[in-house]
């Protein structure tokens, strides 16, 4: 009986602390916000990876062509200009046999930018491509390539310069 006056007494006064299932309800609400706010970052950092793609698209196809002009098996690499023209660019390779090859970039129907050469296919550069413009000079290619949805951005291609036009300049200074 004493007990049970206790307990009665305990109950009635007003007391200033907080009764387990206010606790309970305020733990439930504080992980339900943490829970919110985990999934607020994960968003954020999904969002900044996407936008940094397109530098990376951009950058993945231009370390892509210039590991392709440079590889150990190539010689020299020099633009062809006669073969210039608003949507294409020629280079030729020669490798260290002295065989040469010539390879078109070019801006396909489709909105891709690729590579292709001699009847061995085409090696895909940068897909969605809303439109491409080539300049090219006697040591180099420059492609300004705009994206959909994404802006331009400019490919340079410092390349040698062709060995029979180097001949007849140093033929001119020795004359």
Known sequence: MFGMQRLNKLLRSKSKGFMLAEAMFSLLITMMVLLILQNLLLSVK????????????????YVQLENFMRADKIKAVYPVTKLAISNSASFK????????????????????LKVSGAGKGY?????????????TTKDSIIIRVTEKNKGASDLVFQLDEEQEKKNAKTKEKDA
Do not use: S, W
Not at 47 to 57: D, F, I, R, S
Not at 123 to 135: G, Q, R, T
């Open 46 to 61: 999904k969002a900044n990876l996407n936008q940094n793609q397109h530098v990376n698209e951009v950058a993945y196809a």
């Open 93 to 112: 390779c020669i490798d260290q046999k002295g065989d040469t090859t010539t390879y078109r970039i070019e801006y396909y129907k489709k909105n891709v």
């Open 123 to 135: 090696m895909p550069l940068l897909f969605n491509v809303e439109k491409a413009a080539f300049k």
